[in-house]
């Protein structure tokens, strides 16, 4: 008998693996998750608390238009409600975009080590992914632009990046946009943007203002803390949102994560706290890090990418001996960085334990 078949070029896309997120430990101890990039101090306790509430209704349809969530996003960065579009996690807007934009015979373009998300939406969309090198870890606005060609339809450029942690300034965002055709669109995927405290750095707003051809998307997953509800959100001109609005779920965005994204927004207190903490930590864990011998580029977010003098046998050595001890990071084998692991900011207590067990396990290597 004959099984339905996937279209061709479906079975070639080798499916994103997300950081570890348990392990078996026989000792009973605490697991601490440095893996996927969460916010050390957890959501804020209205947001909990509305979502608690929301939850007692979630017996009905939630607003299809996320209304009070666009217009809550609007007050807070002073945008149209109206060129917003809310959506199932960020990576929702990721995978559609290219489904609208690119196809057969199309290219999307990314940097070298952008976001493991990237090459499957293309994919998955018919387009081929193109990648343009990286310099030092960073985005370099000139390859970016030579690998464009006539068949280019999108360019993703993740300001600040994952996993490398780099950032490049708004003159060289607005470089990379002025230097792509009117025809291409330029997704500035700004999931970090709230950790970021440099003055030359800006999400991607004035350029969304001022184009008919660029968007911007947000996430709530990160310093907001709310990975699990999946709520991001774009900003786009009003072309591009008519378009999504089009494809995307009738209801993609559930009642829960509506309200409590919508509470987080009005928890300033909580956003400084939780920027603060990363702002204390992120420096104490690169220097402490490089102290014992380990290369950390300069990072701009809530991880680092820790790279091993033996290369990818240490970091994978190294991976499996931080598992051991209860305490999960991300081997970065499958974004091309195989002698490096992504570590994101914890606890104090749970940065403490990280770091012993780094200098333990250098020490014995």
Same mark, same amino acid.
């Given at each position: 008998?004959?099984?339905?078949?996937?279209?061709?070029?479906?079975?070639?896309?080798?499916?994103?693996?997300?950081?570890?997120?348990?392990?078996?430990?026989?000792?009973?101890?605490?697991?601490?998750?440095?893996?996927?990039?969460?916010?050390?101090?957890?959501?804020?306790?209205?947001?909990?608390?509305?979502?608690?509430?929301?939850?007692?209704?979630?017996?009905?349809?939630?607003?299809?238009?996320?209304?009070?969530?666009?217009?809550?996003?609007?007050?807070?960065?002073?945008?149209?409600?109206?060129?917003?579009?809310?959506?199932? $996690? !960020?990576?929702?807007?990721?995978?559609?975009?290219? =489904?609208?934009? /690119? %196809?057969?015979? +199309?290219? #999307? @373009?990314?940097?070298?080590?952008?976001?493991?998300?990237?090459?499957?939406?293309?994919?998955?969309?018919?387009?081929?992914?193109?990648?343009?090198?990286?310099?030092?870890?960073?985005?370099?606005?000139?390859?970016?632009?030579?690998?464009?060609?006539?068949?280019?339809?999108?360019?993703?450029?993740?300001?600040?990046?994952?996993?490398? $942690? !780099?950032?490049?300034?708004?003159?060289?965002?607005? =470089?990379?946009? /002025? %230097?792509?055709? +009117?025809? #291409? @669109?330029?997704?500035?995927?700004?999931?970090?943007?709230?950790?970021?405290?440099?003055?030359?750095?800006?999400?991607?707003?004035?350029?969304?203002?001022?184009?008919?051809?660029?968007?911007?998307?947000?996430?709530?997953?990160?310093?907001?803390?709310?990975?699990?509800?999946?709520?991001?959100?774009?900003?786009?001109?009003?072309?591009?949102?008519?378009?999504?609005?089009?494809?995307?779920?009738?209801?993609?965005?559930?009642?829960?994560?509506?309200?409590?994204?919508?509470?987080?927004?009005?928890?300033?207190?909580?956003?400084?706290?939780?920027?603060?903490?990363?702002?204390?930590?992120?420096?104490?864990?690169?220097?402490?890090?490089?102290?014992?011998?380990?290369?950390?580029?300069?990072?701009?977010?809530?991880?680092?990418?820790?790279?091993?003098?033996?290369?990818?046998?240490?970091?994978?050595?190294?991976?499996?001996?931080?598992?051991?001890?209860?305490?999960?990071?991300?081997?970065?084998?499958?974004?091309?960085?195989?002698?490096?692991?992504?570590?994101?900011?914890?606890?104090?207590?749970?940065?403490?334990?990280?770091?012993?067990?780094?200098?333990?396990?250098?020490?014995?290597?």
């Amino acid at each position: 008998m004959n099984a339905p078949a996937p279209r061709a070029g479906i079975l070639d896309i080798k499916a994103y693996v997300p950081g570890r997120s348990s392990v078996t430990d026989s000792q009973g101890r605490r697991v601490i998750k440095l893996s996927s990039n969460e916010s050390a101090l957890g959501p804020s306790p209205r947001a909990v608390e509305a979502a608690q509430e929301a939850a007692a209704g979630v017996v009905r349809y939630p607003d299809g238009s996320a209304l009070d969530l666009r217009e809550a996003i609007a007050r807070r960065w002073d945008l149209d409600p109206e060129r917003i579009v809310c959506s199932n $996690g !960020s990576d929702e807007i990721l995978q559609l975009l290219p =489904r609208i934009y /690119a %196809g057969p015979g +199309d290219e #999307v @373009l990314y940097s070298q080590y952008g976001f493991a998300i990237y090459p499957i939406a293309a994919l998955a969309a018919g387009a081929a992914p193109v990648t343009a090198p990286e310099r030092a870890f960073r985005v370099d606005v000139e390859a970016m632009l030579a690998a464009v060609t006539n068949r280019t339809k999108l360019v993703f450029l993740a300001n600040p990046n994952n996993p490398t $942690g !780099s950032v490049i300034p708004a003159s060289d965002v607005a =470089r990379l946009r /002025a %230097g792509l055709p +009117d025809h #291409v @669109l330029l997704v500035i995927d700004s999931a970090y943007a709230e950790f970021v405290t440099r003055d030359d750095y800006r999400a991607g707003a004035e350029l969304v203002h001022d184009s008919t051809n660029t968007v911007m998307t947000r996430t709530f997953s990160k310093v907001y803390s709310l990975a699990g509800l999946r709520v991001g959100w774009m900003y786009g001109p009003p072309a591009v949102v008519d378009a999504f609005h089009r494809v995307r779920g009738p209801f993609n965005v559930n009642a829960v994560g509506q309200a409590a994204a919508t509470a987080a927004l009005d928890d300033s207190d909580h956003l400084q706290r939780a920027i603060e903490h990363n702002d204390r930590w992120l420096p104490e864990l690169t220097r402490r890090l490089k102290a014992i011998g380990l290369d950390v580029p300069e990072s701009v977010v809530n991880f680092v990418l820790a790279r091993f003098p033996g290369g990818p046998s240490q970091a994978a050595a190294a991976e499996r001996f931080l598992a051991s001890q209860a305490i999960l990071v991300r081997d970065l084998g499958a974004y091309g960085i195989p002698d490096g692991l992504r570590i994101n900011i914890g606890l104090d207590d749970e940065m403490e334990t990280l770091i012993d067990g780094l200098t333990r396990f250098m020490d014995e290597t």
